[in-house]
């Protein structure tokens, strides 16, 4: 990924990625959290939230370099 506009189009994706999963995060805890894979899917959306800030950070820093 030497390309520095295909880090930039990374980077917003990785931001979609955040946003999109915090909207299904929501939607997933309105609906209620009765059963234990109810719980175990909002711990996966926490994690995979977790992972792309954690990318998105690292290609920012990446690109301001």
Known sequence: ???K?????YAVF???MI???T???VIHIR????????KILLAGYVLLIIWAAGRLFTL???IRN
């Not at 506009?5 to 189009?9: D, G, H, R, S």
């Open 1 to 3: 990924m030497g390309n």
């Open 5 to 9: 506009a295909l880090k930039i189009f």
């Open 14 to 16: 990785m931001a979609l």
């Open 19 to 21: 946003v999109a999963l």
């Open 23 to 25: 909207v299904f995060m």
């Open 31 to 38: 609906a209620g959290l009765d059963g234990t894979n109810a």
């Open 60 to 62: 920012i820093r990446n």
